[in-house]
């Protein structure tokens, strides 16, 4: 027979191709698509008509139904144990709600490895389920707030001298009396600190009004309302920062640009980021916002870092002051391998010293305990001081955000308070708070004494737009008289607030 090239070939692809084709038909049928039901055709159908309507709805009918819906809603909704997730990061320690944060403590940036996925407050679902709601949601733009207010029952009362009879208790400075402490407005975008394929930013515009302004007062900067007008109502921008993550350094670093809120503290001013209506000596009397660049940088599982350069404390970066210097801040944050401890410790603050309006030297540190998932305690303390402070107002610093020392020279304090928390149902926890404070020259209290302040309180929420806190605070000063405009040592207060999310 004669073996020809066109006999070759045939005989090749006969024995060699086409078992290969038959054998990746066979292993690699074409699926078709399981053809839908009835009932699953009717449901898209119903959902898609159900959008459909409430789009052709006003903006108003829509955040209406959006509250009553919320209203109805459970503030804790456990997630299955099998949920995917996106973050790259061990499970948050606590659940939040009903805590105010469901990680460890860390200020001045997004939680790196977590994605930043916020479900939609009433006004965010109003303008999701409107005409450009898909343009909303792919913008990652928030926008929502909350209104607080709150009142108290006190043994000191208001005086011809002054109506701050509560002093050295703040924010609710003014004794048996109802309080407009905030309305906030955030309008935010996220970054996705999970992801580590490319840089991602966001950022936080921050509106406040209502009594608490004066505690968020930055010299400078909306400063005449408190320092030349005393208004109990004012306005504030307590943050204005831009956000900038880059995965690419060590497991990620967010580089934080604008005016914020200061790194440490168990404590917030903002209310639902704080754990009870008041707030302890130690945290009402330290430094509030900064204003510069700083950095967060995830090292490992383990250990993250803060560095940072501001202009100094509580004052603007075009003000006139001796405390408006270059600043430095320098934040170590260390978690337990088995997510049941966190230390977060450093310089929140550091130039000279030289007396300034706010010139705080802040060393500080807090160590947070899980006992399980009912019970965990947060422990913090810190040292700040100013140096050839005077007792009196100087054309150098005319205002002074506390108290002037009663004497010339080195200002200290110090202060140590506790948290313990206990949660009691899913939707409540039950808070105990003891602390002790020393104003050595009444540096910040206007009191050279030593206090200690202990408190009970319970936070409820109903449901996932309300939170109500009651609590029951008594406060002694033990040198001199401090409370009911400095004729009393001592001071019981019940003090309950109310934040409603919108």
Known sequence: MKITYPFLLTLFCTTFLSPIAFAQDVSSPTLKPKPKTKTEIKEEQAKAEAAAKKARESFLQRLDEAFLEQLGTPAYVPSPPDAPTTRRIPPAPFDSPPYPNGDWQIGGSPIIG????LPPWPLMQALYEGPGGEAWKKSKIQIYGWVNFSGNISTSHTSSKSENGNFPLIYDLRPNRMELNQIVLYLERLPNEAQTDHIDWGFRISFLYGLDYRFTT????????LLKHNSYAGFDMPMIYFDLYVPQIFQGMNIRIGRIISEPDIEAQLAPNNLMASHSLLYSFDDYCHEGIFT???INDQ????AGIDCGTDVAIWQEDPGRQVTGTVMIQWTAPNQMDSIYAGANSFNNGKF????LQQFVGTWTHKFNDRIYTATEAWYMYMNDAKSHPTPEVPFQNGSFPVRDGYAPEWAVVNYTMFRISPGTFF???????NDKVGSRTGFATQYSEHSVGLTW???????IRPELR???????PAYNNGTRQNQLAFVVDTIFHF
């Open 431 to 437: 808070t105990v708070r003891n602390e002790y404070f």
């Open 114 to 117: 977590d994605p930043g996925e």
């Open 296 to 298: 967060t940088t995830k």
């Open 356 to 359: 300034g309006y706010n010139n």
């Open 474 to 480: 008594f406060d002694h000063s033990y040198d001199v």
């Open 303 to 306: 250990w993250t870092i803060q």
């Open 461 to 467: 929420w109903p449901d996932k737009l309300i939170t």
């Open 218 to 225: 930055t010299y400078g900067f909306l400063s005449d309302q």
